[in-house]
């Protein structure tokens, strides 16, 4: 089907801009403060099980999708639906006050969050692609209409943190992502008719599962990306689910601004990264990502009972987010995309992110839950009492990173030249 900038109005790159950004707005409003909301009310010990949902419903979700989008119903259609029940599910949060149908408060709690992200996490793919279908030049075009996506994420950031007192301890960020979902479902269903690309079709059951996929295994680079990709993602689920816990205990309010210091680095860094892979190469970036990763552990740790000093570190390793970001995962999806052959390289995307947005993330926040149970079991992560915990729990995290590190530079032997502006 050919693209034309015209389908359903004159303005479907405004209308583009405006869907990414409230996606993101809709995720921003929460992810960061959630875990200091459910300190606040008595569910603490599920933080990290909270941090578990949106991998497990990674995990989950896109073979669904798979089936349903590709065959069945048109694009926009799927999206108003799930951005609009997710919505749903955001206002009723806050009301989840005690035991529900037999569950305790936090379960019950972790249950909504779960059906949340089973509606949130497939727009994220559902998205890009709409767009790229719909941008007469898609790839010139679509990193300025996912830019506003960024943008959405920081200013739902500086509205919790600015316009309302301890924002993050409220209900109030349930209640902003519960509206963009709202607006974003009505939104969707005034973008152009993106009907299924499938529709008749058999189901492609070796597509689902990623079959063609796993035999690029057989080329060891791909595989010790794979392998260190999945296993750097285990201790990444600290960052998100513990670091606005002590950023509390350091006595800091607003955790949404300070937080999105990274996020603003990550928008930078978007533009340099051609630069940065023509002079640098895929094996360098990704080295340096995820020696980022460490250092960010490491500043996390010695930060966290060195009071004002401390806490300047601990901004220098937000700030470190563009390249631990960047250099890390934007960097492997090229390294996917140009070390694959054309006919699996969707099999081979879907496999990257299953085992690092999903099965690794997922793994963290058990592994992170338990192991912060452990070390913080007789302090509240919240409080300055727990200051000198946090190194003892920061530091194991820096050192399984290191290992990683150090076998993806002494097994990936694949530099993944970039020419040109990036791409093949």
């Given at each position: 089907m050919a693209k034309q900038e015209g389908a359903g109005g004159g303005n479907i790159i405004l209308k583009l801009s405006a869907m990414l950004f409230l996606q993101f707005f809709m995720w921003g409003a929460w992810y960061l403060s959630v875990g200091v909301y459910m300190n606040a009310h008595g569910m603490d010990k599920n933080v990290a099980m909270a941090y578990g949902a949106g991998p497990l419903s990674a995990i989950v979700t896109p073979i669904l999708m798979g089936l349903i989008v590709d065959r069945f119903f048109n694009m926009e259609k799927v999206l108003a639906a799930l951005f609009f029940i997710g919505g749903l599910v955001m206002f009723a949060m806050p009301h989840i006050t005690g035991p529900v149908f037999g569950m305790s408060q936090g379960v019950a709690f972790i249950v909504l969050i779960f059906i949340h992200m089973l509606c949130y996490m497939p727009t994220l793919g559902l998205t890009a692609s709409l767009s790229f279908h719909h941008l007469p030049e898609g790839s010139i075009q679509f990193p300025r209409v996912r830019m506003w996506g960024?943008?959405?994420?920081?200013?739902?950031?500086?509205?919790?943190?600015?316009?309302?007192?301890?924002?993050?301890?409220?209900?109030?960020?349930?209640?902003?992502?519960?509206?963009?979902?709202?607006?974003?479902?009505?939104?969707?269903?005034?973008?152009?008719?993106?009907?299924?690309?499938?529709?008749?079709?058999?189901?492609?059951?070796?597509?689902?599962?990623?079959?063609?996929?796993?035999?690029?295994?057989?080329?060891?680079?791909?595989?010790?990306?794979?392998?260190?990709?999945?296993?750097?993602?285990?201790?990444?689920?600290?960052?998100?689910?513990?670091?606005?816990?002590?950023?509390?205990?350091?006595?800091?309010?607003?955790?949404?601004?300070?937080?999105?210091i990274g996020t603003f680095f990550e928008a930078g860094m978007m533009f340099a990264m051609a630069w940065f892979l023509r002079k640098l190469g895929v094996k360098k970036l990704i080295f340096i990502g995820i020696a980022a990763w460490i250092t960010r552990y490491v500043l996390f740790a010695i930060g966290a009972p060195m009071g004002s000093f401390g806490l300047a570190l601990v901004t220098i390793g937000i700030a470190l987010h563009g390249v631990c970001y960047d250099f890390f995962f934007v960097t492997g999806q090229i390294y996917v995309d140009n070390?694959?052959?054309?006919?699996?390289?969707?099999?081979?995307?879907?496999?990257?992110?299953?085992?690092?947005?999903?099965?690794?993330?997922?793994?963290?926040?058990?592994?992170?839950?338990?192991?912060?149970?452990t070390v913080f079991a007789n302090v509240d992560k919240g409080t300055a009492a727990s200051l000198g915990q946090w190194p003892t729990f920061w530091w194991p995290l820096a050192g399984f990173a290191a290992i990683v590190m150090v076998v993806f530079l002494l097994f990936f032997k694949d530099e993944g030249k970039i020419e040109g502006n990036g791409g093949h």
């Open positions: 960024t943008i959405g994420w920081i200013i739902a950031g500086f509205v919790l943190a600015f316009c309302f007192h301890e924002g993050n301890k409220s209900a109030v960020q349930f209640y902003l992502a519960g509206g963009a979902g709202v607006l974003l479902g009505l939104l969707c269903l005034s973008l152009p008719a993106t009907p299924a690309p499938k529709k008749g079709q058999p189901v492609d059951t070796r597509s689902l599962l990623f079959m063609d996929a796993w035999a690029q295994m057989k080329n060891p680079s791909f595989l010790v990306f794979i392998l260190c990709s999945f296993l750097v993602c285990i201790p990444l689920a600290a960052y998100y689910s513990m670091l606005q816990l002590q950023l509390v205990a350091m006595g800091v309010v607003k955790t949404t601004a300070l937080q999105n070390s694959t052959p054309s006919n699996v390289r969707g099999q081979c995307q879907g496999m990257n992110i299953l085992f690092t947005q999903g099965i690794g993330m997922w793994i963290g926040a058990m592994v992170i839950s338990k192991f912060s149970a």
